[in-house]
């Protein structure tokens, strides 16, 4: 069941009656298992420039997250800070009235030259901040450079065609070319929405405003083109369970991911700009327009817990901090976006420079974009097509997707 969905079945109106009630126990609540010791180092941050004690507090997969947040709000018993998405995610979240406005916070920030304007609207809803930022990423392909050495593949692909001989060629050398899991109640969308937004990008966006169905032709083709891959062996089995167990282990040539997953790559034994390196995914026609996912990740704070504490801004402060984000980077390897802190590894600044140098299209990510009313139920439709990659499958899972985007546009 879905977060708005949720807290409507619960009470809407007592997550919209927050008072001054706040967990008795100030906590950073988090389903980012991978970065614990990077939020761990920014709790102790906060908790010393507060005086308060603030401890992290971890919840997985995300889809279990997503409930536990469901009932704490809908509850009036809201974490002081907890991590959450942009986009629609962030703009239903805030519709409750549980997230704090933090706009003196960033202007500050952005008057000292910690964060840009540009960052600031990545967590905003309506011209306001509700959240600091945890993490910018851009998703990209990693690929085992050992892999394709062995491979023959001199350099990584620029076009569709040259990409679908990279995986021929992996394939032949005794590799599974892609790491596909559909675990953690979200990673189905990935290879959709890549596979969407190769064949359109347009077509990408108007999924999830309501103007194109997900029967549409556009998706038709997207859910063509992965089965096919299927067919060819590109994938790994989807019902494993540790994400990346096939990248790491190096059976799979290749993952599709924001370039946070970098660190913990890292974490297990993989040097960044050695081991693995990233390219960008072409567009699966030279005349369709090259784009990229950029994700942003926010920490919310509770309103409830600022306006009863407001040395908690003192907390705000230092979660933006080029300390905090170089804690965070230098303990998972992940980039958090403030412009005086250092790039976590090689592979997060090459990507930056990938991106400077193609200029896609940049473009929010499908789950964060996407209604919270309907994500959970898209993501399963998209799943069981993964587990049943078959032509059947996927007229199934089209029609029960475009049933549901139907149904909650309907009701506008």
Request: aromatic share 10%.
């Amino acid at each position: 069941m879905s977060f708005m969905r949720t807290i409507t079945a619960v009470s809407l109106a007592a997550a919209l009656s927050m008072g001054t009630a706040v967990a008795a126990d100030l906590a950073l609540y988090s389903d980012k298992t991978p970065w614990n010791a990077g939020m761990t180092k920014l709790a102790e941050g906060a908790s010393a420039a507060s005086g308060a004690t603030i401890k992290l507090q971890e919840i997985t997969p995300t889809d279990k997250y997503q409930a536990f947040m469901q009932t704490s709000i809908a509850g009036n018993n809201a974490p002081a800070f907890f991590t959450w998405w942009n986009g629609q995610q962030l703009s239903d979240l805030v519709a409750t009235g549980i997230a704090a406005d933090l706009t003196p916070y960033w202007d500050q920030a952005i008057a000292d030259g910690d964060f840009s304007a540009d960052q600031k609207a990545l967590v905003s809803v309506d011209g306001k901040p509700y959240g600091v930022l945890l993490n910018v990423a851009n998703w990209v392909m990693f690929y085992n450079t050992a892999a394709f050495e062995k491979a023959g593949i001199a350099a990584p692909p620029t076009t569709w065609a040259e990409f679908i001989d990279a995986c021929d060629k992996l394939k032949a050398a005794g590799f599974t070319p892609i790491n596909g899991p559909a675990s953690g109640g979200w990673m189905p969308f990935i290879w959709f929405s890549q596979l969407v937004l190769g064949t359109n990008p347009d077509s990408f966006v108007g999924l999830t405003d309501g103007s194109v169905a997900y029967d549409s032709p556009d998706v038709q083709n997207a859910f063509k083109v992965w089965g096919e891959m299927y067919a060819k062996g590109y994938f790994t089995d989807p019902r494993e369970q540790d994400d990346q167990k096939f990248f790491v282990d190096k059976s799979a040539a290749m993952f599709l991911v924001g370039d946070w997953h970098s660190g913990s790559f890292a974490e297990a034994g993989m040097e960044p700009g050695k081991d693995f390196k990233t390219f960008l995914m072409p567009s699966l026609s030279p005349d369709v327009q090259q784009s990229v996912i950029v994700e942003a990740s926010p920490i919310v704070v509770s309103k409830a817990a600022l306006d009863a504490d407001p040395n908690l801004g003192k907390a705000v402060q230092s979660l933006m901090g080029a300390d905090a984000a170089n804690a965070l980077g230098s303990t998972v390897q992940v980039y958090n976006g403030n412009l005086k802190a250092k790039a976590p590894n090689a592979t997060i600044e090459a990507n930056k420079e990938l991106v400077a140098a193609a200029k896609p299209r940049a473009l929010v990510r499908w789950w964060e974009a996407v209604p919270s009313q309907i994500q959970g139920d898209l993501v399963a439709a998209m799943g069981a097509f993964m587990f049943n990659p078959t032509p059947e499958q996927a007229t199934e899972s089209m029609k029960t997707m475009q049933t549901i985007n139907a149904d909650y546009w309907a009701s506008k």
